[in-house]
């Protein structure tokens, strides 16, 4: 049985020359890699018992030509955000402005006076492109721009701190994700973690002492972005710790992780970038891709004496940013000098939108996928939307969400059905329905979610 199912296999040759492979447009080593996974994977499956027929060769010609398409699918590809959660890690965080990417498009395609300095033809810096705006938007003396803010920070204390104590207070020693924890930066850049407070209350006094009692030389703030301590708490303001830095000679660093560069009329409330430095802060550190709106990014600004340091910093070559970013964020930042502008940048327009509007948008979208699935009830609720990118936590953003109910079919099935479509729809299942947050939303997405659930319903 075995022997004669294993010799029944079509060879490779023949099945690759089947019309449905031959005709295909597909790059001949994208067949024959899907081809041979296919045979190899039948041949296991005939020894193992667990294959006791084989496809036709119809069949198998269709499932390779499927196989090889995805493996000439790009892998990183467009999704639909219908999470609500505006910064979303996982999705890549803030969406460019259209001139944003226009900038990395042509940065890419072109040469560039990237490190070119073209009045003198002589060799220039990369951070020459952003650092007048970025001094210009905050009141900075100074700037500097790497890969990303977990970057930034590292640098920041490698080449300010290293050898040296750095004051913390314990409610501020936090995980941002993945391995970027506090400690562990602080032990891996050569600094000396000098742990002030307690987790729910740290004074002025606390870093005073570890200041007067030679364990810190440095003043470190943390904003505990993706989390908040409520209830018997005391948090000295930055304001304050300025003051005890300069008394002291002691440089007063800030990770601020996700702010807007100045505040904005329509956001919720939180630190800015902007605010930190008239607060006294001589250097802080930021993402570009969270409430700034624009690519992956780590942004430090303050002090010239202390960025000049930063940039002289060995570490700084390792984690420089790259022309496509440097030209997606001077574009981004164009957008923030411009106040007309600064508002249509995706991330922010989505954050800032109002809830009449979001109800309109919400309610046209039920009514679109009502005409294009019947096979669901559909209405538009009131949902909670997410800044997200661990941004102002616990800021809700009242929303809207377009209502999917598939019952009888079970809502688990239409969540998967929706992940899977060739634009992938990813909303959130609350209360037995699919919602669709409209917030989140770009120009285009409605059309694709109809064309999602058109496929769904008719396969119901
Ligand atoms: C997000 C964040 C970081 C890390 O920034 P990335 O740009 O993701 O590297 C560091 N510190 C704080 C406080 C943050 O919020």
Redesign the pocket.
């Known amino acids: 049985m075995e022997a004669q199912l294993l010799r029944a296999l079509p060879k490779m040759d023949v099945l690759l020359a089947h019309p449905a492979l031959a005709g295909s447009p597909l790059p001949y080593a994208a067949l024959r890699q899907a081809a041979r996974e296919r045979l190899d994977a039948l041949r296991s499956g005939i020894r193992a018992g667990s294959v006791t027929a084989l496809p036709s060769l119809d069949t198998l010609a269709a499932q390779v030509l499927a196989d090889a398409g995805e493996l000439c699918r790009p892998h990183l590809r467009r999704v639909v955000n219908a999470t609500g959660v505006v910064l979303h890690t996982n999705l890549g965080r803030a969406p460019l402005a259209e001139e944003a990417a226009r900038a990395a498009y042509d940065a890419g395609r072109q040469y560039t006076n990237l490190e070119y300095d073209l009045p003198s033809g002589a060799r220039g810096s990369r951070h020459a492109h952003v650092e007048g705006l970025l001094c210009s938007l905050t009141g900075a003396e100074a700037a500097l721009v790497v890969n990303?803010?977990?970057a930034a920070?590292f640098l920041m204390l490698s080449a300010l701190a290293r050898g040296r104590g750095v004051a913390v207070s314990r409610g501020e020693l936090?995980e941002?994700g993945g391995a970027?924890r506090m400690p562990d930066i602080m032990d891996h850049s050569g600094a000396t973690l000098c742990e002030v407070g307690t987790t729910n209350k740290t004074r002025l006094g606390d870093y005073a002492a570890a200041l007067h009692s030679g364990r810190a030389q440095l003043l470190l703030k943390?904003?505990t972005?993706?989390y908040r301590i409520v209830g018997f708490t005391e948090d000295t303001p930055l304001s304050a710790l300025a003051v005890l830095g300069r008394e002291a000679g002691a440089p007063v660093l800030y990770?601020l992780?996700?702010g807007a560069l100045r505040p904005l009329p329509g956001l919720p409330e939180g630190p800015t970038v902007s605010g930190a430095l008239a607060a006294g802060a001589d250097v802080v550190c930021f993402?570009g891709d969270?409430l700034l709106g624009g690519p992956?990014a780590?942004l430090a600004v303050g002090r010239r004496e202390y960025i000049e340091r930063m940039k002289r910093d060995p570490f700084a070559r390792v984690v420089r940013a790259d022309k496509l970013t440097l030209a997606a964020l001077e574009a981004t930042l164009r957008a923030w000098a411009d106040p007309e502008r600064t508002r249509s940048l995706p991330a922010l327009s989505a954050l800032a939108a109002g809830e009449e509007d979001l109800r309109r948008r919400a309610q046209a979208l039920a009514g679109r996928l009502a005409q294009a699935c019947p096979a669901c009830a559909f209405e538009a609720v009131p949902a909670e939307g997410q800044v997200g990118?661990?941004s102002l936590p616990g800021a809700v953003l009242p929303g809207w969400a377009a209502a999917a109910d598939p019952a009888p079919a079970p809502v688990n099935a239409l969540e998967q059905a929706l992940r899977g479509w060739e634009v992938p729809v990813l909303g959130r299942i609350a209360h037995g329905r699919l919602l669709l947050d409209v917030r989140t939303l770009l120009p285009g997405d409605e059309n694709t979610i109809a064309a999602a659930f058109a496929a769904w319903g008719a396969g119901q």
Do not use: E, L, R, Y
């Open positions: 990303n803010n977990a920070v936090v941002i970027f943390v904003h972005s993706n990770d992780g996700s993402s969270k992956q780590g990118g661990g």
